[in-house]
């Protein structure tokens, strides 16, 4: 006998999540291009300020691979906006 592919009630999306609260809020990510439109720079800055090449790892342009795509939670964007601003 094959077994059920059936969900049972009981089960939810989100494996070892037992409240609702504990799901975490998806967002809307950005794309390459809305996110060099939100700064005013180019495609190829933003390719550029993703790799670490010898610099350390905080000064990078956090993203996110999703398969060949590359996409940007937007407070990450502001995170590193943040730290990258200078104060007078």
Do not use: C, N, Q
Not at 37 to 54: D, F, I, M, N, Q
Not at 60 to 68: D, E, N, Q, T, V
């Amino acid at each position: 006998m094959a077994p059920s592919l059936e969900r049972t009630p009981s089960s939810t999306p989100h494996p070892g999540v037992t409240d609702a609260s504990e799901v975490p809020e998806l967002r809307e990510l950005l794309t390459v291009d809305e996110v060099a439109a939100l700064l005013k720079v180019s495609r190829s800055w933003v390719y550029e300020h993703t790799r670490s090449r010898g610099g350390m790892r905080v000064e990078r342009l956090p993203f996110i691979k999703i398969g060949k795509y590359t996409r940007f939670d937007p407070r990450s964007v502001h995170e590193f906006l943040r730290r990258r601003s200078k104060v007078a």
